[in-house]
Nanobody
Framework: QVQLVESGGGLVQAGDSLRLSCAAS????????MGWFRQAPGKERSFVAS????????YYEDSVKGRFAISRDNAKNTVYLQMNSLKPEDTAVYYC???????????????WGQGTQVTVYS
């Protein structure tokens, strides 16, 4: 069974940066498109970013474009989310997910981690 474990969240001041990591096991990591999602209190889970199998193609939600960067290291079975210029509205639990689709615009993410908390104060 695929297992995803997020780490790297924390409490930071607005304008600071964090890098989230998601370690995958139990599957062939390079066969998956990977995505990051987030859920703030009282809100629905929303898409943040995705990256294709080789890491050559990425896609971002408009609200994070230019501030966040998704990347992956297939040798380490790990996907990252570099978050710069953080804002209080970025506060959420961040989840990574896997999809068998090769398309970065897929919404068919079927494996999910437990999430890591990111809190941004002003």
């Amino acid at each position: 069974q695929v297992q995803l474990v997020e780490s790297g969240g924390g409490l930071v001041q607005a304008g600071d940066s964090l890098r989230l990591s998601c370690a995958a096991s139990g599957g062939t990591f390079s066969s998956y498109t990977m995505g990051w999602f987030r859920q703030a209190p009282g809100k629905e889970r929303s898409f943040v970013a995705s990256i294709n199998r080789s890491g050559g193609t990425t896609y971002y939600e408009d609200s994070v474009k230019g501030r966040f960067a998704i990347s992956r290291d297939n040798a380490k079975n790990t996907v990252y989310l570099q978050m710069n210029s953080l804002k209080p509205e970025d506060t959420a639990v961040y989840y990574c997910a896997e999809s068998l689709s090769a398309y970065v615009l897929t919404n068919a993410f079927t494996y999910w981690g437990q999430g890591t908390q990111v809190t941004v104060y002003s």
